[in-house]
């Protein structure tokens, strides 16, 4: 797994021929075995990457359901980084110093710790196609859902139907300013 934020293309496309997005939906939730077996998983450990422009960090994410999270990350020169959620307060240790994380930044993480929030996205939301688009030097479907104050794209591989990414920024924000979140395993 790995996190980048990078410029993001911002042209929209017909749903293509012979697909819907209920079509694509259902093809990706057969490639992951399925919502009630998806649902069942109740602890993910995650290991890579984070891009942040230049800087790459070194990562490990333990979530376990419901929607409790907690994060190591290596910053190069900085030291360690450490950031929890239970699901409702959340929590970072930085430079030695633990402070509680409240406001926007609050909400931000309570989404990032949603255990099934992709699960959620795929099945819970109103997508819309978005375009065709190679990730990772594969055909993916380019799939959105936004709300108020932010959009998410979820990258669908056109082969395998297993999410090849996905990404999340502010609406009204920069085309540029967003965080892509890509997937490189999935046992």
């Known amino acids: 797994l790995a996190l980048a934020i990078s410029p993001i293309g911002v042209k929209a496309d017909d749903t293509p021929k012979g697909s819907t997005v209920d079509e694509i939906v259902a093809k990706h ?3 992951i075995g399925g919502v009630e077996a998806h649902e069942k998983l109740k602890t993910r450990q995650i290991e ?3 891009t942040i422009g230049d800087q790459t960090l070194k990562m490990s994410v333990t979530q376990k359901s419901p929607d409790k999270v907690f994060g190591r990350f290596e910053v190069p020169g900085e030291g360690v980084v450490t950031e929890g959620c239970d699901g409702k307060v959340a929590w970072k240790k930085e430079g030695g110093i633990l402070r509680r994380i409240v406001g926007p930044e609050l909400a931000q993480k309570l989404w990032d710790a949603r255990f099934h929030k992709t699960l959620e996205l795929v099945t819970n939301n109103k997508l819309t196609y978005r375009q065709k688009e190679t990730v ?3 055909d993916c479907h380019v799939l959105r859902f936004t709300t108020e104050d932010k ?6 591989d056109a082969r395998t139907h297993l999410m ?3 990404r999340f920024g502010a609406k009204d924000g920069k085309a540029s300013e967003y ?4 997937m490189g395993d999935y046992r």
Do not use: M, P, Q, S
Request: contains cysteine; neutral net charge.
């Open 29 to 31: 939730l057969e490639a």
């Open 48 to 50: 890579g990457t984070l």
């Open 136 to 138: 990772k030097g594969k």
């Open 151 to 156: 959009f998410v794209d979820v990258c669908i």
């Open 164 to 166: 090849n990414e996905y």
């Open 179 to 182: 965080v892509a979140i890509r």
